[in-house]
C-alpha cells in the first residue's frame, strides 16, 4: 500500500538516479539545482541547507512516497507568496522502473488529501513543461485543470524556450472528487 511521509536525506540516494537522463532531470525541474547531472549532496544541500530556495522558513516540505519498504516517489510542497491558502506542488518524479503503474497518480492524490484535510488550503498548483504529457495526463487524472487564469511563463532550458503549463485544482473541486 502506497504511503507519503516526510522525505528524509538517505531517500536522494534512491531519487538521484531516477534524475540520471539528461532530459528527464530537465522535465523534473531539475536546472534549478545548478547544471547536470543531479548529485545526493547537491539535493541535499538544496533541501536542508538553502531551504528548496524558499525564503520564508517555514514554507518547504518535500515528501517521499513508498510501497512497503520501497521508495517510490518524491514531490515538494510549499505556499505561494506567503499565502497560507495557496499551496504548490513541484519536483515529482516516480521511480522510472515503475512510471505507468499509477504510483504517481496515488502519491498525488495523497499528497493532495495532506493539503486540503491537514494543511487546510484552498488551492493546490503545478506547472510543467507543455511537451511533458505523461505529466499533464497524470496531473489531469487526479483532478488538476489549466488555470486559464494563470499569465503564460516560458522558460529557457538548454537554450530554446518552453512555455510553463499551470494546472490547478480548488478545495471545491477536490471535494467533488
Known amino acids: 500500500m502506497l504511503g ?3 522525505y528524509k536525506p538517505c531517500d536522494a540516494a534512491y531519487i538521484v538516479p531516477w534524475l540520471a537522463d539528461k532530459t528527464v532531470f530537465q522535465l523534473w525541474g531539475g536546472e534549478r539545482f545548478g547544471s547536470y547531472p543531479l548529485t545526493i549532496d547537491k539535493m541535499n544541500r ?22 512497503g519498504e520501497t521508495v517510490v516517489g518524491h514531490f515538494i ?14 519536483w515529482v518524479v516516480v521511480d522510472s522502473e515503475k512510471r505507468g503503474k499509477k504510483y504517481g497518480q496515488t502519491m498525488l492524490i495523497l499528497g493532495l488529501q495532506f493539503a486540503f484535510d491537514f494543511m487546510c488550503v484552498e488551492s493546490v498548483s ?9 505529466a499533464f495526463r497524470c496531473y489531469c487524472s487526479v483532478g488538476f485543470r489549466e488555470d486559464t487564469t494563470a499569465e503564460a511563463v516560458y ?8 512555455r510553463i503549463v499551470e494546472l490547478l485544482i480548488t478545495r471545491e473541486e477536490y471535494e467533488q472528487l
Open 4 to 6: 507519503i511521509r516526510p
Open 46 to 67: 538544496k533541501y536542508q541547507n538553502d531551504n528548496g530556495d524558499c525564503a520564508e522558513e517555514d514554507n518547504f516540505y518535500p515528501f517521499t512516497a513508498f510501497d
Open 126 to 134: 503545478i506547472g510543467l513543461f507543455e511537451h511533458n504529457i505523461p
Open 77 to 90: 510542497m510549499r505556499y505561494l507568496g506567503g499565502d497560507r491558502k495557496r499551496l504548490r506542488f513541484g
Open 155 to 162: 522558460e529557457t532550458v538548454d537554450g530554446e524556450r518552453q
